[in-house]
């Protein structure tokens, strides 16, 4: 069991990405004598994701709210503060070949979709996009992919899922030769212009989204050893301010536009409600999570 001083500063060994939001944090200009964040990750923070699972690598940092899910389903020493660190409308993050768009999703069913991982974070999001918006039967969508989950315990749905051999061609050949008749890319294949948004005028998609349910779509929130605060509450009461302040700096959200990375349990809820449901009916986790289980006691009533 990992044991925090029990009094005065504590060092954590933190995995957190350069962004709008870190920046005031990470360049030193909000700091605190109590919490004493180590930046020690690797530079593209999802990379932290599987030691921070796997191996207890980093006491603190930001995770995919879907990896998360799954830390809890198998025991892992985390829990969440409500503090959003990446979050963004997912309708963009599905593409095609363009002489294919822009396409009915209905029309994907019995056919072949790549992403990198089945258990990704924007990759249930989309699907739950598909089911909940366009009626599409996510039983016959067959998934192509490369990576393990982030944890070792999960095992991907054999029905659903084929991996893609090791060492053979990557997501981005299959998604540009058009072998898969659509793809959740990474950045870098957003940006061939070979490629077309499936969901035509995604913005404006993303924009009816957030007006229908009232939230955005949650990716990453911030993580801390479970242990921290039932020792040091206030210790995590300063990463907590620190975090909403370097947010603050930042000039988060922009006037006028929806916030997608909300802070506190009450602005979380609604997109926590409904990626933990399609997490669930996706065979992502064991459970279908309230909300509320992914807090506890002292991180929920942050705000």
Known sequence: MTSFPSSGPVKLATNLAD?????????????????????????????????MVREGKF???????????????YGKPLV???ATMVGRFQHQFFVCRKERAPMDPKTLEGKQVAVRSYTQTTGVWVRGIL???YGV???KLKWLCWDDPHLAEYTDPADLVTRAPTGGRTLNDIALAGEADAVIPAADLLAQSDMHTVVENPDEAGRRW??????????????????????????VRE??????????RAGLPKAGEIDQLPFGFDDCFRSLDLITRYAFEQKVVKKRYRPEELFDAMTIKLV
């Open 19 to 51: 962004s709008a939001l870190s920046k005031a944090l990470k360049a030193g200009e909000v700091s605190s004598d109590l919490a004493l964040l180590d930046f020690c990750g690797p530079a593209t923070a999802n990379q932290g994701f599987k030691p």
């Open 59 to 73: 006491d603190a940092g930001e995770l995919a709210v879907v990896t998360y899910m799954q830390a809890l389903d």
């Open 80 to 82: 969440l503060l409500p």
């Open 131 to 133: 089911q909940d918006e």
């Open 137 to 139: 039967d996510l039983g």
């Open 210 to 235: 957030g007006e229908k349910y009232g939230c955005g779509h949650i990716n990453h929130m911030f993580a801390i050893h479970s242990d921290l605060p039932k020792e040091r509450p206030d210790v």
């Open 239 to 248: 990463i907590f301010r620190m975090l909403k302040e370097s947010k603050a």
